[in-house]
């Protein structure tokens, strides 16, 4: 009922095998690299407690302890992590307690979160009981004109100021 059988007489027959040949090679080499996967999180989970700074790319999650700087592109402080040090990403969230600055374009302070330092952002927001102690200070990026008249201009240079070395000799 179920076993295959093999028709020898249907008149199909499979693809021949191409020849490996030099254009074919050059096609594999110039075709584009496979899709990567999507990355996962790392996590420093909250039994850990880490000395140093982090830096990278990714995306982190911090549940432990951290005495150090933390640069990457989103971090999420867990509600039970501890922060000593400047956290930089462009999307920061607080849930746990910093103490340092935090800077990011996007940066939220949930309920849970103990913010002990300046945060500089493009976007804050701070949920109804999350405590925030220190200076806020909004940064805006610049429209592409102004970015290109700074460059355009010139700088310019302080004047020098002129030596003048008297001849103890010479009497005036």
Do not use: W, Y
């Not at 939220?108 to 804050?124: F, K, N, P, R, Y």
Request: hydrophobic residues 40%; charged residues 15%; glycine residues 10%.
């Amino acid at each position: 009922m179920f076993s295959k059988t093999t028709n020898s007489g249907s008149g199909r027959s499979a693809p021949p095998s191409q020849p490996v040949s030099s254009s074919n090679l050059d096609a594999l080499r110039t075709a584009p690299p496979p899709r990567q996967a999507a990355r996962v999180a790392s996590i420093l989970a909250a039994d850990l407690v880490f000395e140093g700074s982090i830096t990278g790319e990714g995306e982190l999650l911090v549940d432990g302890a951290v005495k150090g700087d933390i640069h990457v592109s989103r971090l999420v402080i867990g509600e039970h992590a501890h922060v000593e040090g400047t956290v930089r990403g462009v999307s920061v969230e607080v849930r746990g307690q910093v103490t340092g600055n935090v800077e990011g374009k996007s940066v939220h302070l949930l309920q849970s979160a103990h913010v002990e330092g300046d945060i500089t952002h493009e976007q804050l927001s701070i949920d109804v009981g999350a405590f925030f102690q220190g200076r806020c200070s909004q940064f805006r990026p610049q429209p592409p004109a102004q970015v290109a008249q700074a460059i355009a201009a010139p700088a310019q240079a302080a004047p020098l100021a002129e030596v003048i070395s008297l001849d103890a000799h010479q009497a005036s």
